[in-house]
């Protein structure tokens, strides 16, 4: 009696308590692609916004968005104000400072605008190809979540 309450145990933990999502960065989406095909979702944000670190804590720990996500898309995690350069697409991104200790990185420009803005947060959906497919800037929550990775999907 006391293994199979500790197997029960184990189940619940790794099944809630591991449930974690996999963000993958710019550089190994082309080697993945290679090995399956699947759309990307970029979440693009800052540390400073509000809405961003709302759906960082309440959206995507979400176990059946973190399932989802994980099982039918690359993830990426991509800060606007990230200072190193990322390399994606055969192109190395910089980032371009705008002020005192301000500034955006070219990749978040190029896949986060929108009618020639950027406002966070942005969720960018790549096809295999790496061509933007579907973006949007707002905050979602877990059931409008959960509408756009239907349509994410297609």
Known sequence: MGKLTLIIFFLGITSTGFCQLKSTPFEAIDSLQQIQKKNVIVFIHTDWC???QRMKSTT???HEIIDKLNSDFYFI???AEEKRDISFNNQ???YRPSGNNVGINELAVQLGTINKQIA???LCVLNANSEII???NSYLNEADFKLFLE???E
């Open 60 to 62: 995507f720990n979400n």
């Open 151 to 153: 349509i994410a999907k």
């Open 77 to 79: 995690d991509l800060n």
């Open 120 to 122: 966070y947060p942005v």
């Open 92 to 94: 190395i991104f910089k």
């Open 50 to 52: 509000q809405f961003c």
């Open 134 to 136: 579907l973006q949007y």
